[in-house]
C-alpha cells in the first residue's frame, strides 16, 4: 500500500513552467511504475507521464517535449516538470503509483491553472 500526496499546482501564464511533485509514504524505488495524469474537470482522464523502476519514461504525445517527468528515489518523491503551459490544458493532475497486479493507487490531486 501506499499512500500519494500532490503538490506545486498553482495559476500560471500561457507558455510558463511549473513543477509537480508527488510524495509517497513509502520506499518508490522498488514500485513497477510511477505515472501522472490530468484530467478537465466532466471529462475523461488522459494519462500523461510514466516513469518505470528502471528509470525508463514515456510520454503522451500532447505533452512530449513540454513535460519532465523525473524521481528522487531518497524523498520518495516523482516530479513532472512542465514547460510551456497553454490555456486549455487539464487543469486537475493526478499521481498514481503501479505496484504490479491490481495494487493501483491515486493522490488527490493538484489544480494548475494557465490563465493571463
Known amino acids: 500500500q501506499v499512500q500519494l500526496v500532490e503538490s506545486g499546482g498553482g495559476l500560471v501564464q500561457p507558455g510558463g513552467s511549473l513543477r509537480l511533485s508527488c510524495a509517497a509514504s513509502?520506499?518508490?524505488?522498488?514500485?513497477?511504475?510511477m505515472n501522472w495524469y490530468r484530467q478537465t474537470p466532466g471529462k475523461q482522464r488522459e494519462w500523461v507521464a510514466t516513469?518505470?523502476?528502471?528509470?525508463?519514461?514515456n510520454y503522451a504525445d500532447s505533452v512530449k517535449g513540454r513535460f519532465t517527468i523525473s524521481r528522487d528515489n531518497a524523498k520518495n518523491t516523482v516530479y513532472l516538470q512542465m514547460n510551456s503551459l497553454k490555456p486549455g490544458d487539464p487543469t486537475d493532475y493526478y499521481c498514481?503509483?503501479?505496484?504490479?497486479?491490481?495494487?493501483?493507487?491515486w493522490g488527490r490531486g493538484t489544480q494548475v491553472t494557465v490563465s493571463s
Open positions: 498514481s503509483a503501479d505496484l504490479g497486479g491490481s495494487e493501483y493507487y
Open positions: 513509502r520506499n518508490i524505488f522498488s514500485i513497477n511504475a
Open positions: 516513469i518505470t523502476s528502471r528509470g525508463s519514461t
